[in-house]
Every structure is written in structure tokens, then in C-alpha cells.
């Protein structure tokens, strides 16, 4: 993010960035909003559901978890940073198109019964 | 008759921030450049567009008498005291609610394209019914707003169904610039605003106290004070729309002397 002279005094003498900036950023947040149609409270949950699925893969720092939306040049983008603790090897492998049967136990019993 | 008649919506989405004086100094600009120039009032529910060109008194008939074939286009149509190449025509009057639909509005501007080089329609506040019949007959559109946060969210609305209508291109008009605050960085930026709305600038409008003394005489300042720093900035964005090439005012250059070369210093990016 661009500092100006001005943000570094504000902030070395601690005093409130100037006005102009908390307008820019209050303003690209709510728009990502208004563009969307998305609420507060649907974002919440698609955030929620989110960090579940990831969850299922990778074991993720959940309070540092961010789904947020952005906006650059009237686009929208939905951006998920979420931090990852560590990999949850060995308990679920990864899909491999050729052979996906092992990935689930069910249907590798199926396919023992078929062949 | 003009062949190639620029019809363009003037729109804000909030109220106040300077639409219909911009229509009045554009139509005057434009018609000082010799070209007719049509003002339309789309806004029959609160018109002011006769108020600021100081014609609210030779009001006899509005488009609605023109469509019901109660008299003809040219009884309507009211001539500018002084500049003849400009009239203006209100849509309607306040005691006509809900008359104006959006094929009303293409009728009507249909019959201005026949005898006008441009048709500027003053659209109403608001996203709903007024603002779509108003925006019915437009091809092209001019954003108007106000470095401020709320005036930036409601033109992203009115940009947003703009695009959805297809009507293009939309340019952008910043006005009341306040070029000690931007300078100070207490206000949004040209760049911010145009950033986040994605727009081409057509032009920005300095703030001037001219501005209340021109209507409250119902003379645009475009008219007789074309020396004051808005009235300048009105003719620049006509000369613009003509596809002149004209340089777009540093807000940083208005404050002069120390001061704002201490604040210029101020706004260095250094990292």
C-alpha cells in the first residue's frame, strides 16, 4: 500500500491517518458489497462453508482465516487467504483422475465386487 | 435538421451534486460554440432547470402537452433569453405524477432530434422509475459527482445500470473539487475516484461560491462570469465533449505559493 510523507509523520507522531484514506478504503469495501449483492451475513456463511471444506484437506489457522471481496476496475473477486498450519498427509490422498476409486473407501468396495 | 444529434444523460444517483447546474452551464457552453442545444427537465417531480436558466416564468407547455398533441414542439420549447441556439424543455409539471414512461421518452427525443445537435436530459435523483425513463432515449451518459463517500457509492450504482443498459461511453464529472483538502489529503483524490469507479474524466469542477450567486440570479455563470474558476472548468468539459483537446486542471496548481508547495511535499509517495 502507497505511503505518503504525510501517512509517516501521522504515524510516527501517532495522530489519525488523514481523512482521505479511510474514505478510499471504507468505500472500495462497501462497493465489493453493493457490486456483489452479496450481505454482510452471506458472506459470513459462504466464509463459514468455506473453511470447512479447506478444513477437510489442510489443517488452517481459523482465526487468521480472511474470505473478503475485492474490487479492482469494476471486478469483483471473492479472495480467501487462508493460512495454512499443515498438510494432513496420509489421511486423505489426493485425486488422481486415473484412479479415483481409492479416494473413497465405499466405492473401492464396489469396485472389489465388480472385478 | 441535424443528422447526428448527441443525446446524453446527465445522472448522479444522489441529489445535490450538481447535475442540473451542469446541464444549465453545459447547454450555455454549447450553445455559445454555435451549436442547438436542447435542455431537457427529466425531473418534472422537483424540475429546477428552468430556476437556474432564469426561464421559470416562460413556461407555458411541457413535453407531456407536445405527446397529447395539445399544441406543437416549438410552443413547448422555451428559447434562452440571450442564447438562442439553447431551449429547454420541462418533461412535465409538478401536478402530473407518474405521467412520463420510457416510451414517452423516446418519442419526445425523437422530435428534438430533428431540429438539435445535442439533447442533454437532466435526469433525476434517485435509481428507481425516473431515473429509467430518463435514461430510456439516452446513447450516451455523464456521471456527475462529489469527492465524498456517499456521492461515490450512489454514482457506482447509477454506472452500474448504465452498463447493464449498454449506454456508452459514460464519462465522469468531479465536482466541488476542494483543492486545499485533496491537497491536504482530508478529501478523496481525482485518481481515487476515478479508480474506483472505473471511468473516464470528462472534467472537474472546482468548487465556487459563484456558483449560489449565478442561480440565485438564474444567469449560469457560463453566461457572464466566465472569468470565476468554475465557470472555466464548465467550458472546458463543452469544449471536451467536442472532442477538443483540452488539459485537465492540477487542483495541486490552484493553491500557489508555499503552502502548497509544502503540501505537494506532503502527498510524496515514498514507499
Known amino acids: 500500500m502507497a505511503m505518503t510523507l504525510r501517512d509517516v509523520i501521522n504515524k510516527l507522531l501517532r495522530r489519525q491517518p488523514a481523512s482521505a484514506s479511510t474514505a478510499r478504503e471504507r468505500l472500495q469495501l462497501v462497493l465489493a458489497h453493493d457490486r456483489s449483492d452479496l450481505s454482510t451475513e452471506l458472506l459470513d456463511q459462504m466464509r463459514r462453508e468455506i473453511l470447512d471444506v479447506v478444513a477437510k484437506y489442510v489443517e488452517i489457522d481459523v482465526d487468521e482465516g480472511a474470505v473478503s471481496l475485492e474490487t479492482e476496475d469494476r471486478m469483483t473477486a471473492l479472495v480467501a487467504n487462508l493460512p495454512i498450519k499443515r498438510t494432513m498427509t496420509g489421511k486423505i490422498k489426493l485425486k488422481d483422475p486415473k484412479n479415483q476409486a481409492e479416494e473413497n473407501p465405499q466405492e473401492t468396495e464396489d469396485s472389489d465386487q465388480n472385478s | ?271
Open chain 2, 1 to 271: 435538421m441535424a443528422t447526428d444529434t448527441r443525446v446524453i444523460l446527465i445522472c448522479s444517483g444522489k441529489g445535490g451534486v450538481g447535475k442540473t447546474t451542469l446541464t444549465a452551464n453545459l447547454g450555455i457552453s454549447l450553445a455559445r460554440q454555435g451549436l442547438t442545444t436542447a435542455v431537457l427537465d427529466a425531473d418534472f417531480g422537483l424540475r429546477n432547470l428552468d430556476l437556474l436558466l432564469g426561464l421559470e416564468n416562460r413556461i407555458v407547455y411541457t413535453a407531456q402537452e407536445v405527446l397529447e398533441e395539445e399544441c406543437r414542439l416549438d410552443q413547448a420549447l422555451v428559447k434562452h433569453k440571450q442564447e438562442s441556439n439553447l431551449c429547454l424543455l420541462p418533461a412535465g409539471n409538478p401536478r402530473m405524477l407518474d405521467w412520463l414512461k420510457p416510451d414517452d421518452m423516446k418519442r419526445i427525443v425523437n422530435m428534438l432530434k430533428e431540429q438539435f445537435n445535442y439533447v442533454l436530459i437532466d435526469c433525476p435523483a434517485g435509481v428507481e422509475d425516473g431515473f429509467k425513463n430518463a435514461m430510456a432515449a439516452s446513447k450516451e451518459a455523464i456521471v456527475v459527482t462529489n469527492p465524498e463517500v456517499s456521492a461515490v457509492r450512489d454514482a457506482d450504482r447509477v454506472i452500474g445500470l448504465l452498463n447493464t443498459n449498454a449506454i456508452k461511453p459514460v464519462q465522469l464529472v468531479l465536482n466541488r473539487v476542494r483543492p486545499r483538502m485533496m491537497a491536504n489529503q482530508e478529501m478523496l483524490s481525482i485518481n481515487d475516484v476515478t479508480d474506483i469507479l472505473a471511468l473516464p474524466l470528462l472534467g472537474l469542477v472546482l468548487e465556487d461560491e459563484q456558483v449560489i450567486v449565478s442561480t440565485n440570479r438564474g444567469e449560469p455563470l457560463t453566461l457572464n462570469s466566465v472569468n470565476s474558476p468554475a465557470a472555466k472548468c464548465y467550458l472546458n468539459i463543452a469544449k471536451r465533449l467536442q472532442g477538443e483537446d483540452i488539459p485537465l486542471i492540477d487542483p495541486a496548481e490552484e493553491s500557489s505559493g508555499f503552502g502548497s508547495k509544502f503540501r505537494r511535499l506532503m502527498q510524496t509517495k515514498i514507499f
